[in-house]
């Protein structure tokens, strides 16, 4: 999807159409524009562009604190109207899902035609301000890549034929992959293109990378299809920016606790015990912060929460600005041994709390310890978790 979140503001806002808008987490020049619309882009704005640059680079941005629930439900809404028109293999992000295509369907003009479909699908059912690039390719990789080469609304696909020649025309950073510490590794070995990478030996690009990721970027860029790696979830996190209100220490601390409470709510529903929990803060001007330490598995809010505000006490001084937790060291529930100083007429009393918030709505039922944060830390999406509708 096309500049995702800004036009989903456009599409419930016919006023916004045609005018660059740029949506933000909290309306503060030092925090970054989370999505910028095409107009926007136009100008030189950028996600992650800071609001107080995006001002001077354009005057007339307006910009949007966004609701992050009409996100998820344009999305879901996206999902049928693409299915509509092909399977759905993985849905990857809030803004980006892949289809396969199979037997006649992989014929250019066919594969063109089908693109041309999902676009009028998603514009006819979901909303006209809606565009999406499209890329095919012998591979999910490539096809990413494809995807990204026109925007916006563009379609492009990457054959066989193609390869490697009509990628040398993109840089380096143009790959997913390659951020700017990759991108400094390979300058170091005199590889400034994607000429001069896709020349690479095997054996080169794994030294390069100096892991196995090296040989299989070698294979992918040759179009080559690999398995599908299963990873094991090790955390569950949640992170929020402050709004100029909050950036004190009881305010931030308010915050943290509403994300941690959040963080062991999800625990819960995916099935994990965890047996760390990890804090950090992020100052205005100054290294960020972080502390961390281990607890017996639990699924319990009030034992993180008791956690957080022991490793509060070593906070150093400083502007804050941002405020996270991380719950680790995740055990599915099924391997959970419970231990011998563990409660469980408390454990019941958990579930019996995650239950009543289900049927009577979030937050119905909620800890003392969090009844100052109340509509703090609202819904955030990160574009490779999708929250689930309960959560909204």
């Not at 035609?113 to 390719?137: E, H, M, N, P, W």
């Not at 290294?287 to 008791?306: H, M, V």
């Amino acid at each position: 999807m096309n500049s995702f979140f800004a036009s989903v503001e456009q599409e419930m806002n016919p006023s916004l159409r045609g005018k660059p808008v740029a949506v933000v987490p909290l309306h503060a020049d030092t925090t970054c524009c989370i999505a910028v619309s095409c107009e926007g882009k136009a100008w030189g704005v950028k996600t992650g562009t800071k609001v107080g640059e995006a001002k001077r680079l354009c005057p007339q941005m307006q910009f949007i604190e966004g609701d992050h629930g009409n996100y998820i439900k344009y999305h879901n809404q996206i999902v049928e109207a693409v299915e509509s028109c092909l399977p759905i293999e993985s849905v990857c992000s809030i803004d980006e899902m892949a289809c396969r295509l199979t037997g006649s369907q992989q014929d250019l003009k066919t594969a063109e035609a089908l693109a041309v479909q999902i676009k009028s699908t998603i514009r006819s059912r979901v909303g006209s301000s809606l565009r999406c690039s499209i890329g095919a390719a012998p591979n999910r990789y490539l096809a990413k890549i494809a995807g990204d080469m026109k925007k916006p609304d563009g379609f492009t696909a990457i054959r066989p034929c193609d390869l490697p020649q009509i990628l040398h025309q993109l840089r380096l950073r143009d790959l997913p992959g390659i951020g700017a510490k990759m991108e400094s590794r390979l300058n170091q070995k005199h590889i400034d293109s994607l000429e001069k990478l896709c020349s690479m030996s095997p054996k080169e690009m794994s030294q390069a990378w100096g892991s196995i990721g090296g040989e299989e970027m070698w294979l992918l860029l040759r179009g080559e299809e690999l398995p599908e790696k299963t990873t094991e979830q090790k955390s569950i996190s949640h992170s929020h920016v402050l709004p100029p209100k909050l950036r004190h220490e009881p305010g931030a601390q308010q915050v943290l606790k509403k994300l941690t409470a959040k963080a062991a709510t999800r625990l819960r529903q995916e099935g994990f015990f965890a047996s760390g929990i990890k804090i950090f803060v992020r100052f205005m001007g100054q290294d960020a912060w972080k502390a961390r330490c281990g607890l017996l598995e639990t699924q319990d809010t009030s034992a993180f929460i008791n956690a957080i505000g022991t490793l509060w006490k070593e906070l150093p001084a400083g502007s804050i600005y941002a405020v996270g937790v991380v719950l680790t060291g995740l055990v599915p529930e099924a391997f959970h041994a419970p231990s011998l100083f563990e409660d469980q007429r408390r454990n019941q009393l958990i579930k019996t709390l995650d239950r009543l918030n289900e049927k009577f709505g979030k937050d119905a039922v909620h800890y003392g310890a969090v009844h100052e944060s109340a509509g703090l830390a609202p819904l955030r999406i990160a574009f490779t978790r999708i929250p689930d509708e309960s959560e909204v």
